[in-house]
């Protein structure tokens, strides 16, 4: 019985990386699509950093999720990346296209 602890233990942590991995994706992978198809002089309209500067942010960090699947600590960072782009920077994009931005 207590032989099979670590092995449940192991299965249990190959779970949930597998979860984080896949989160990080679709946050990465949702951000990335959104980021290609905005406008390049919306960017400095709202006071971020260029279109080019945030495709490389959220491109690079897709990669490193993909390449080094069993290291959280990337999938946490590109998890920021992705929430930080799709929570400031999508909104600021779409108030202004809107025209209800504060500027």
């Not at 192991?10 to 905005?38: K, M, N, P």
């Not at 390049?40 to 490389?56: M, N, Q, R, S, Y």
């Not at 992705?82 to 202004?96: N, P, Q, T």
Request: hydrophobic residues 60%; glycine residues 12%; charged residues 15%.
């Amino acid at each position: 019985m207590a032989a099979d602890v670590p092995i449940f233990a192991f299965y249990v942590r190959g779970i949930i990386d597998l979860v984080i991995l896949f989160l990080a994706l679709v946050v990465l992978g949702v951000s990335f699509v959104h980021c290609l198809t905005q406008r390049a002089d919306g960017f400095p309209a709202i006071g971020t950093l260029p279109k080019g500067g945030w495709l490389a942010i959220l491109g690079l960090c897709m990669v490193f999720c993909l390449l080094l699947s069993r290291q959280t600590i990337f999938q946490m960072i590109g998890i920021a990346a992705g929430m930080v782009y799709l929570l400031d920077v999508r909104v600021g994009l779409r108030d202004l296209s809107d025209g209800k931005g504060f500027w």
